[in-house]
Protein backbone atom coordinates (compact mmCIF):
# COMPACT_ATOMS: atom_id res chain seq x y z
CA UNK A 1 0.00 0.00 0.00
CA UNK A 2 1.61 3.80 -1.08
CA UNK A 3 2.01 5.69 1.61
CA UNK A 4 -0.70 8.40 2.08
CA UNK A 5 -3.32 6.99 -0.41
CA UNK A 6 -6.65 8.64 0.64
CA UNK A 7 -10.06 6.61 0.63
CA UNK A 8 -13.71 8.38 0.77
CA UNK A 9 -15.62 7.68 3.45
CA UNK A 10 -19.05 7.48 5.24
CA UNK A 11 -20.09 7.00 8.77
CA UNK A 12 -23.11 5.02 8.68
CA UNK A 13 -25.50 3.81 12.01
CA UNK A 14 -25.85 0.27 13.04
CA UNK A 15 -29.56 0.77 11.34
CA UNK A 16 -28.13 1.87 8.24
CA UNK A 17 -28.43 5.95 8.65
CA UNK A 18 -25.59 7.94 7.28
CA UNK A 19 -24.19 10.10 9.58
CA UNK A 20 -23.07 13.35 7.76
CA UNK A 21 -21.38 13.73 4.50
CA UNK A 22 -18.74 11.27 3.19
CA UNK A 23 -15.23 12.40 3.67
CA UNK A 24 -11.82 12.61 2.68
CA UNK A 25 -9.64 9.80 4.67
CA UNK A 26 -5.84 8.76 4.38
CA UNK A 27 -5.90 5.02 4.84
CA UNK A 28 -3.56 4.63 7.61
CA UNK A 29 -5.96 6.56 9.86
CA UNK A 30 -6.18 4.96 13.74
CA UNK A 31 -9.29 3.70 15.38
CA UNK A 32 -8.74 6.77 17.95
CA UNK A 33 -8.50 9.15 15.10
CA UNK A 34 -11.88 8.01 13.56
CA UNK A 35 -13.53 8.26 17.66
CA UNK A 36 -12.37 11.81 17.43
CA UNK A 37 -13.91 12.29 14.46
CA UNK A 38 -17.70 10.53 14.89
CA UNK A 39 -17.68 12.69 17.86
CA UNK A 40 -17.35 15.68 16.76
CA UNK A 41 -19.62 14.34 13.86
CA UNK A 42 -22.60 13.63 15.83
CA UNK A 43 -22.20 16.49 19.02
CA UNK A 44 -23.13 14.36 22.32
CA UNK A 45 -23.01 16.49 25.16
CA UNK A 46 -19.79 14.35 26.75
CA UNK A 47 -17.65 11.52 24.34
CA UNK A 48 -18.96 8.62 23.76
CA UNK A 49 -16.54 5.43 23.24
CA UNK A 50 -17.06 3.63 19.82
CA UNK A 51 -16.48 0.93 17.71
CA UNK A 52 -15.84 0.89 14.13
CA UNK A 53 -16.64 -1.81 11.56
CA UNK A 54 -16.03 -2.29 7.89
CA UNK A 55 -18.41 -5.20 6.47
CA UNK A 56 -18.68 -6.31 9.94
CA UNK A 57 -14.98 -6.51 10.31
CA UNK A 58 -13.86 -4.41 13.44
CA UNK A 59 -11.17 -1.49 12.93
CA UNK A 60 -8.65 -2.28 15.96
CA UNK A 61 -5.44 -0.05 14.38
CA UNK A 62 -5.97 1.59 11.15
CA UNK A 63 -8.08 1.14 8.70
CA UNK A 64 -5.73 0.19 5.85
CA UNK A 65 -4.88 -3.49 8.08
CA UNK A 66 -8.31 -4.58 6.91
CA UNK A 67 -9.14 -2.64 3.43
CA UNK A 68 -7.12 -3.88 0.66
CA UNK A 69 -6.49 -0.25 -1.06
CA UNK A 70 -6.34 -1.81 -4.35
CA UNK A 71 -9.53 -3.56 -4.83
CA UNK A 72 -10.89 -0.98 -3.38
CA UNK A 73 -12.72 1.80 -5.86
CA UNK A 74 -11.36 5.53 -5.64
CA UNK A 75 -14.80 6.60 -7.16
CA UNK A 76 -17.04 4.52 -4.27
CA UNK A 77 -17.51 5.47 -0.95
CA UNK A 78 -16.80 3.19 2.02
CA UNK A 79 -19.26 2.28 4.67
CA UNK A 80 -17.93 2.88 8.05
CA UNK A 81 -20.24 1.46 10.21
CA UNK A 82 -20.19 2.85 14.00
CA UNK A 83 -21.22 1.25 17.29
CA UNK A 84 -21.96 3.46 20.24
CA UNK A 85 -20.27 1.16 23.27
CA UNK A 86 -20.73 1.54 27.14
CA UNK A 87 -19.23 4.70 28.93
CA UNK A 88 -18.93 2.67 32.03
CA UNK A 89 -16.65 -0.16 32.00
CA UNK A 90 -17.22 -2.94 34.66
CA UNK A 91 -14.10 -4.36 35.53
CA UNK A 92 -13.33 -8.40 35.43
CA UNK A 93 -14.14 -10.32 39.13
CA UNK A 94 -10.95 -11.95 40.16
CA UNK A 95 -11.51 -12.92 43.55
CA UNK A 96 -14.01 -14.46 45.95
CA UNK A 97 -14.60 -12.53 49.13
CA UNK A 98 -16.54 -15.19 50.50
CA UNK A 99 -18.29 -18.37 50.68
CA UNK A 100 -21.41 -18.49 52.80
CA UNK A 101 -23.04 -21.18 53.80
CA UNK A 102 -26.46 -21.28 55.18
CA UNK A 103 -28.77 -23.39 52.79
CA UNK A 104 -28.54 -26.87 53.38
CA UNK A 105 -29.70 -28.42 50.13
CA UNK A 106 -28.47 -27.24 46.80
CA UNK A 107 -28.66 -23.89 45.73
CA UNK A 108 -30.77 -24.05 42.26
CA UNK A 109 -31.07 -20.00 41.70
CA UNK A 110 -29.29 -16.57 42.36
CA UNK A 111 -30.70 -13.54 41.52
CA UNK A 112 -29.43 -9.52 41.86
CA UNK A 113 -32.43 -7.10 42.89
CA UNK A 114 -32.52 -4.31 39.54
CA UNK A 115 -29.64 -2.27 41.18
CA UNK A 116 -28.20 -4.70 42.96
CA UNK A 117 -28.52 -3.45 46.21
CA UNK A 118 -30.26 -7.39 47.35
CA UNK A 119 -29.44 -10.83 46.70
CA UNK A 120 -31.59 -14.29 46.67
CA UNK A 121 -30.83 -17.48 46.40
CA UNK A 122 -33.44 -20.21 46.12
CA UNK A 123 -32.70 -23.82 47.42
CA UNK A 124 -33.57 -27.20 47.42
CA UNK A 125 -33.91 -26.59 51.05
CA UNK A 126 -37.10 -25.31 50.86
CA UNK A 127 -36.56 -21.78 50.98
CA UNK A 128 -35.18 -18.52 49.90
CA UNK A 129 -32.48 -16.60 51.59
CA UNK A 130 -31.66 -12.55 51.30
CA UNK A 131 -28.05 -12.11 51.97
CA UNK A 132 -26.39 -8.21 52.83
CA UNK A 133 -24.29 -7.46 49.50
CA UNK A 134 -22.33 -5.06 51.87
CA UNK A 135 -21.45 -7.32 54.74
CA UNK A 136 -21.76 -10.75 52.71
CA UNK A 137 -23.50 -12.64 55.08
CA UNK A 138 -27.00 -14.02 55.27
CA UNK A 139 -29.98 -11.35 56.00
CA UNK A 140 -33.49 -13.72 56.04
CA UNK A 141 -34.08 -16.81 55.59
CA UNK A 142 -37.70 -17.13 54.41
CA UNK A 143 -39.37 -20.08 55.40
CA UNK A 144 -43.07 -21.11 53.80
CA UNK A 145 -42.87 -23.69 50.79
CA UNK A 146 -43.24 -27.22 51.37
CA UNK A 147 -40.92 -28.84 48.65
CA UNK A 148 -37.95 -27.14 46.94
CA UNK A 149 -37.64 -23.75 45.41
CA UNK A 150 -36.83 -23.86 41.75
CA UNK A 151 -37.64 -20.33 40.81
CA UNK A 152 -37.04 -17.15 41.94
CA UNK A 153 -37.87 -13.81 40.47
CA UNK A 154 -37.30 -10.22 41.43
CA UNK A 155 -39.85 -7.72 40.33
CA UNK A 156 -38.59 -5.03 38.47
CA UNK A 157 -39.02 -2.52 41.23
CA UNK A 158 -37.01 -4.13 43.27
CA UNK A 159 -39.32 -4.13 46.62
CA UNK A 160 -40.70 -7.74 45.77
CA UNK A 161 -39.55 -10.84 45.29
CA UNK A 162 -41.45 -14.10 43.67
CA UNK A 163 -40.94 -17.38 44.33
CA UNK A 164 -41.77 -20.73 42.93
CA UNK A 165 -41.64 -24.56 44.07
CA UNK A 166 -41.78 -28.27 43.06
CA UNK A 167 -45.20 -28.66 45.26
CA UNK A 168 -46.59 -26.06 42.78
CA UNK A 169 -47.11 -22.74 45.00
CA UNK A 170 -45.89 -19.22 44.54
CA UNK A 171 -44.80 -17.04 47.05
CA UNK A 172 -43.74 -13.22 47.11
CA UNK A 173 -41.41 -11.86 49.89
CA UNK A 174 -40.67 -8.32 51.17
CA UNK A 175 -36.53 -7.94 50.55
CA UNK A 176 -36.79 -5.54 53.60
CA UNK A 177 -38.50 -8.05 56.29
CA UNK A 178 -37.94 -11.10 54.89
CA UNK A 179 -41.69 -12.07 55.68
CA UNK A 180 -43.83 -13.08 52.90
CA UNK A 181 -46.33 -10.52 51.23
CA UNK A 182 -49.79 -11.26 50.84
CA UNK A 183 -50.89 -14.95 50.70
CA UNK A 184 -49.53 -18.33 48.82
CA UNK A 185 -50.94 -18.25 45.21
CA UNK A 186 -51.96 -22.04 44.78
CA UNK A 187 -53.86 -23.12 41.55
CA UNK A 188 -51.33 -25.29 39.56
CA UNK A 189 -51.40 -28.79 39.19
CA UNK A 190 -47.36 -29.48 39.25
CA UNK A 191 -44.43 -27.51 39.80
CA UNK A 192 -43.34 -24.19 38.88
CA UNK A 193 -41.04 -23.81 35.87
CA UNK A 194 -40.69 -19.88 35.33
CA UNK A 195 -42.19 -16.49 37.14
CA UNK A 196 -42.25 -13.46 34.99
CA UNK A 197 -42.96 -9.73 36.17
CA UNK A 198 -44.72 -7.43 34.43
CA UNK A 199 -42.29 -4.61 33.23
CA UNK A 200 -41.94 -1.70 35.30
CA UNK A 201 -42.91 0.66 32.47
CA UNK A 202 -46.13 -0.97 31.50
CA UNK A 203 -47.51 -1.22 35.52
CA UNK A 204 -45.59 1.44 38.11
CA UNK A 205 -47.57 -1.11 40.80
CA UNK A 206 -45.58 -4.06 39.61
CA UNK A 207 -48.94 -5.94 40.71
CA UNK A 208 -49.10 -9.02 38.01
CA UNK A 209 -46.81 -11.84 37.75
CA UNK A 210 -47.17 -14.80 35.26
CA UNK A 211 -46.22 -17.82 36.51
CA UNK A 212 -45.75 -21.59 33.94
CA UNK A 213 -46.13 -24.85 35.49
CA UNK A 214 -45.19 -28.50 34.39
CA UNK A 215 -48.90 -28.92 33.82
CA UNK A 216 -48.72 -26.91 30.51
CA UNK A 217 -50.69 -23.90 31.45
CA UNK A 218 -49.73 -19.99 32.20
CA UNK A 219 -51.41 -18.75 35.19
CA UNK A 220 -51.19 -14.47 35.71
CA UNK A 221 -51.64 -13.17 39.15
CA UNK A 222 -52.67 -9.85 40.92
CA UNK A 223 -50.12 -10.34 43.71
CA UNK A 224 -51.87 -7.25 45.40
CA UNK A 225 -54.91 -9.24 46.32
CA UNK A 226 -52.98 -12.34 45.72
CA UNK A 227 -56.13 -13.73 43.27
CA UNK A 228 -55.17 -15.61 39.64
CA UNK A 229 -56.49 -13.47 36.54
CA UNK A 230 -56.04 -15.57 33.86
CA UNK A 231 -55.21 -18.90 32.99
CA UNK A 232 -53.88 -19.49 29.54
CA UNK A 233 -53.70 -23.16 28.42
CA UNK A 234 -52.87 -23.99 24.79
CA UNK A 235 -49.49 -25.96 25.31
CA UNK A 236 -49.79 -29.51 25.15
CA UNK A 237 -46.96 -30.28 27.44
CA UNK A 238 -44.96 -28.33 30.21
CA UNK A 239 -44.46 -24.82 29.70
CA UNK A 240 -40.08 -24.17 30.42
CA UNK A 241 -40.01 -20.66 29.89
CA UNK A 242 -41.73 -17.39 29.74
CA UNK A 243 -40.93 -13.70 29.23
CA UNK A 244 -43.12 -10.71 29.21
CA UNK A 245 -42.54 -8.33 26.55
CA UNK A 246 -42.12 -4.90 26.58
CA UNK A 247 -45.36 -3.99 24.50
CA UNK A 248 -47.67 -6.00 26.84
CA UNK A 249 -47.14 -9.78 24.96
CA UNK A 250 -46.42 -12.92 26.97
CA UNK A 251 -44.04 -15.31 24.74
CA UNK A 252 -44.06 -18.66 26.45
CA UNK A 253 -41.92 -22.02 25.53
CA UNK A 254 -43.04 -25.57 25.73
CA UNK A 255 -42.12 -29.09 25.80
CA UNK A 256 -44.68 -29.40 23.16
CA UNK A 257 -41.94 -27.77 20.73
CA UNK A 258 -43.48 -24.40 19.87
CA UNK A 259 -43.42 -20.64 21.18
CA UNK A 260 -47.19 -19.32 22.01
CA UNK A 261 -47.37 -15.34 21.57
CA UNK A 262 -50.54 -14.22 23.66
CA UNK A 263 -51.81 -10.96 24.40
CA UNK A 264 -51.26 -10.41 28.41
CA UNK A 265 -54.34 -8.13 29.03
CA UNK A 266 -56.86 -10.34 27.50
CA UNK A 267 -55.58 -13.44 27.39
CA UNK A 268 -55.65 -13.85 23.32
CA UNK A 269 -53.48 -16.28 21.66
CA UNK A 270 -51.78 -14.29 18.83
CA UNK A 271 -49.41 -16.54 17.07
CA UNK A 272 -47.77 -19.95 17.59
CA UNK A 273 -44.18 -19.94 16.77
CA UNK A 274 -42.87 -23.48 15.36
CA UNK A 275 -38.87 -24.53 13.94
CA UNK A 276 -38.01 -26.53 16.79
CA UNK A 277 -37.50 -30.49 16.62
CA UNK A 278 -37.77 -31.12 20.63
CA UNK A 279 -38.32 -29.39 23.75
CA UNK A 280 -37.70 -25.75 24.01
CA UNK A 281 -35.65 -24.56 26.91
CA UNK A 282 -34.74 -21.62 27.04
CA UNK A 283 -35.68 -17.48 25.93
CA UNK A 284 -34.27 -14.60 25.97
CA UNK A 285 -35.58 -10.83 24.81
CA UNK A 286 -33.47 -8.12 23.51
CA UNK A 287 -34.65 -5.89 25.95
CA UNK A 288 -34.20 -8.49 28.73
CA UNK A 289 -31.74 -6.52 30.62
CA UNK A 290 -32.83 -3.07 30.33
CA UNK A 291 -36.64 -4.24 31.53
CA UNK A 292 -35.08 -6.24 34.54
CA UNK A 293 -33.29 -3.54 36.06
CA UNK A 294 -36.37 -1.36 35.56
CA UNK A 295 -35.45 2.33 35.87
CA UNK A 296 -32.03 1.91 37.39
CA UNK A 297 -29.86 2.85 34.84
CA UNK A 298 -26.48 1.15 35.33
CA UNK A 299 -24.60 4.29 34.10
CA UNK A 300 -24.83 6.00 36.94
CA UNK A 301 -23.70 3.27 39.85
CA UNK A 302 -22.43 3.91 42.93
CA UNK A 303 -20.73 1.95 44.91
CA UNK A 304 -22.90 2.61 47.72
CA UNK A 305 -26.46 2.60 46.80
CA UNK A 306 -28.65 5.56 47.09
CA UNK A 307 -31.82 5.52 48.78
CA UNK A 308 -34.98 5.87 46.01
CA UNK A 309 -36.71 8.72 46.76
CA UNK A 310 -38.88 8.98 43.52
CA UNK A 311 -42.70 7.61 43.02
CA UNK A 312 -43.65 4.64 41.53
CA UNK A 313 -44.90 7.25 38.56
CA UNK A 314 -41.44 8.41 37.89
CA UNK A 315 -39.25 5.37 38.19
CA UNK A 316 -41.82 3.58 35.77
CA UNK A 317 -41.77 6.66 33.30
CA UNK A 318 -37.56 6.69 33.47
CA UNK A 319 -37.81 2.63 32.95
CA UNK A 320 -39.97 3.70 29.36
CA UNK A 321 -37.33 6.02 28.62
CA UNK A 322 -34.58 3.42 29.29
CA UNK A 323 -36.97 0.32 27.57
CA UNK A 324 -37.03 2.90 24.34
CA UNK A 325 -33.96 3.62 24.11
CA UNK A 326 -32.40 0.63 24.67
CA UNK A 327 -34.98 -1.26 21.92
CA UNK A 328 -34.80 1.31 19.30
CA UNK A 329 -37.04 1.82 15.91
CA UNK A 330 -37.10 -2.22 15.50
CA UNK A 331 -39.41 -4.55 17.21
CA UNK A 332 -38.04 -6.77 19.83
CA UNK A 333 -36.06 -9.72 19.06
CA UNK A 334 -36.71 -13.35 20.83
CA UNK A 335 -34.79 -16.00 21.05
CA UNK A 336 -35.00 -19.37 21.88
CA UNK A 337 -32.73 -22.72 22.55
CA UNK A 338 -33.55 -25.88 22.67
CA UNK A 339 -32.98 -29.78 23.22
CA UNK A 340 -33.01 -29.96 19.45
CA UNK A 341 -29.33 -28.59 19.72
CA UNK A 342 -30.03 -25.87 17.75
CA UNK A 343 -31.37 -21.57 18.60
CA UNK A 344 -33.78 -19.63 16.69
CA UNK A 345 -34.09 -15.96 16.35
CA UNK A 346 -37.84 -14.06 16.00
CA UNK A 347 -39.52 -11.11 15.48
CA UNK A 348 -42.53 -12.24 17.05
CA UNK A 349 -44.54 -8.97 17.16
CA UNK A 350 -44.54 -9.30 13.57
CA UNK A 351 -44.52 -12.49 12.09
CA UNK A 352 -44.26 -16.36 13.14
CA UNK A 353 -41.62 -16.71 10.82
CA UNK A 354 -37.84 -17.07 12.42
CA UNK A 355 -35.16 -14.71 10.89
CA UNK A 356 -32.62 -16.92 11.73
CA UNK A 357 -31.77 -20.73 12.54
CA UNK A 358 -28.31 -21.06 14.86
CA UNK A 359 -26.70 -24.04 14.83
CA UNK A 360 -23.24 -25.36 16.14
CA UNK A 361 -24.06 -26.90 19.38
CA UNK A 362 -23.35 -30.28 19.75
CA UNK A 363 -25.56 -30.79 22.91
CA UNK A 364 -28.79 -29.07 24.67
CA UNK A 365 -28.99 -25.70 25.05
CA UNK A 366 -29.77 -24.90 28.64
CA UNK A 367 -29.33 -20.85 28.93
CA UNK A 368 -29.33 -17.95 26.72
CA UNK A 369 -28.98 -14.08 26.85
CA UNK A 370 -28.84 -11.13 25.14
CA UNK A 371 -26.47 -8.96 26.24
CA UNK A 372 -27.28 -5.42 28.08
CA UNK A 373 -26.87 -3.32 24.94
CA UNK A 374 -28.64 -6.05 22.59
CA UNK A 375 -26.06 -6.50 19.62
CA UNK A 376 -24.49 -9.88 20.92
CA UNK A 377 -26.46 -13.01 22.27
CA UNK A 378 -24.63 -15.88 24.11
CA UNK A 379 -25.63 -19.73 24.66
CA UNK A 380 -24.49 -21.80 27.05
CA UNK A 381 -24.58 -25.87 26.47
CA UNK A 382 -24.04 -29.09 27.52
CA UNK A 383 -21.36 -29.46 24.22
CA UNK A 384 -19.14 -27.72 27.21
CA UNK A 385 -18.70 -24.40 25.09
CA UNK A 386 -20.13 -20.87 25.10
CA UNK A 387 -20.94 -19.59 21.84
CA UNK A 388 -21.33 -16.05 20.80
CA UNK A 389 -23.92 -14.99 17.99
CA UNK A 390 -24.88 -11.54 16.08
CA UNK A 391 -28.24 -10.74 18.20
CA UNK A 392 -29.29 -9.06 15.00
CA UNK A 393 -28.61 -11.14 12.35
CA UNK A 394 -27.95 -14.35 14.24
CA UNK A 395 -24.72 -14.87 12.76
CA UNK A 396 -22.51 -17.21 14.47
CA UNK A 397 -19.46 -15.36 16.05
CA UNK A 398 -17.04 -17.58 18.22
CA UNK A 399 -17.06 -20.27 20.85
CA UNK A 400 -15.43 -20.05 24.06
CA UNK A 401 -14.33 -23.35 25.57
CA UNK A 402 -12.58 -23.70 28.44
CA UNK A 403 -15.20 -25.56 30.58
CA UNK A 404 -14.62 -29.59 31.13
CA UNK A 405 -18.09 -30.20 31.61
CA UNK A 406 -21.61 -29.10 31.11
CA UNK A 407 -22.38 -25.30 30.92
CA UNK A 408 -26.25 -24.13 33.16
CA UNK A 409 -25.76 -20.39 32.79
CA UNK A 410 -24.02 -17.42 31.83
CA UNK A 411 -24.57 -13.73 32.73
CA UNK A 412 -23.49 -10.59 31.27
CA UNK A 413 -21.68 -7.73 33.09
CA UNK A 414 -24.13 -4.07 32.23
CA UNK A 415 -21.22 -3.05 29.84
CA UNK A 416 -21.42 -5.63 27.57
CA UNK A 417 -17.74 -6.45 27.62
CA UNK A 418 -17.36 -9.44 29.37
CA UNK A 419 -19.31 -12.39 30.66
CA UNK A 420 -19.64 -15.18 33.09
CA UNK A 421 -20.29 -18.55 32.85
CA UNK A 422 -20.69 -21.47 35.61
CA UNK A 423 -20.49 -25.15 34.51
CA UNK A 424 -21.02 -28.77 35.93
CA UNK A 425 -17.38 -28.63 36.60
CA UNK A 426 -17.00 -26.22 39.27
CA UNK A 427 -15.62 -23.92 38.20
CA UNK A 428 -16.86 -19.76 37.08
CA UNK A 429 -15.13 -18.37 33.99
CA UNK A 430 -15.63 -14.92 33.32
CA UNK A 431 -14.67 -14.19 29.31
CA UNK A 432 -13.67 -10.85 27.61
CA UNK A 433 -15.69 -10.66 24.80
CA UNK A 434 -13.61 -7.99 22.31
CA UNK A 435 -10.41 -9.92 22.88
CA UNK A 436 -12.93 -13.43 22.53
CA UNK A 437 -11.03 -15.83 25.18
CA UNK A 438 -10.93 -16.19 28.74
CA UNK A 439 -10.02 -13.28 30.84
CA UNK A 440 -10.40 -14.62 34.38
CA UNK A 441 -10.95 -18.37 35.32
CA UNK A 442 -12.48 -19.01 38.76
CA UNK A 443 -12.20 -22.31 40.50
CA UNK A 444 -13.77 -22.59 44.22
CA UNK A 445 -16.80 -24.58 44.50
CA UNK A 446 -17.04 -28.08 45.30
CA UNK A 447 -19.18 -29.22 43.01
CA UNK A 448 -21.70 -28.33 40.17
CA UNK A 449 -22.41 -24.47 39.72
CA UNK A 450 -26.05 -24.34 38.58
CA UNK A 451 -26.59 -20.81 38.83
CA UNK A 452 -24.88 -17.35 38.30
CA UNK A 453 -25.75 -14.15 38.79
CA UNK A 454 -24.19 -10.13 37.72
CA UNK A 455 -24.70 -7.52 39.77
CA UNK A 456 -26.16 -4.86 37.54
CA UNK A 457 -24.46 -2.18 39.58
CA UNK A 458 -21.25 -4.44 38.00
CA UNK A 459 -20.00 -4.59 42.07
CA UNK A 460 -20.18 -8.38 41.95
CA UNK A 461 -20.94 -12.15 41.13
CA UNK A 462 -23.18 -14.29 42.49
CA UNK A 463 -22.70 -18.06 42.41
CA UNK A 464 -24.47 -21.18 43.88
CA UNK A 465 -24.59 -24.86 42.71
CA UNK A 466 -24.60 -28.74 44.36
CA UNK A 467 -22.06 -27.55 47.20
CA UNK A 468 -24.75 -25.77 48.98
CA UNK A 469 -22.78 -22.55 49.39
CA UNK A 470 -23.26 -19.09 48.31
CA UNK A 471 -20.52 -17.40 47.17
CA UNK A 472 -19.54 -14.17 46.03
CA UNK A 473 -16.64 -12.45 44.04
CA UNK A 474 -15.66 -9.22 43.39
CA UNK A 475 -13.03 -7.75 41.56
Same mark, same amino acid.
Given at each position: MEEGQRILAQFVSETGETTGTPFDLPVDVTAEKLQMICNALIKKEETVPYSFFVDDTEITQTLGDIIDAES??????? @?????? @??????????????????? !??????? !? &???????????????????????????? &???? %?????????? =???? %??? #? !??????? @???? =????????????????????? =? #????????????????????? %???????? !??GKCEKILSGHLQSVTCIKWGGTGLLYTASQDRTIKVWRADDGVLCRTLQGHGHWVNTMALSTDYVMRTGAFDPTHAAVVHKEIKESAEELSKKALERYNSVKGSEPERLVSGSDDFTLFLWQPEKEKKSTARMTGHMQLINEVMFSPDTRLIASASFDKSVKLWDGRTGKYITSYRGHVNRVYQVAWSADSRLLCSGSSDSTLKVWDVKLGKIAVDLPGHADEVYAVDWSPDGQRVASGGKDKVLKIWRK
Open positions: QETEKVL @QIVYQP @QAVFRVRAVTRCTSSIEGH !AEAVISV !A &FSPDGRYLASGSGDTTVRFWDVYTETPH &FTCK %GHKHWVLFIA =WSPD %GRK #L !ASGCKSS @QVLI =WDPQTGKQIGHTLTGHKQWIT =W #LAWEPFHLNAECRRLASASKD %GTIRIWDV !AV
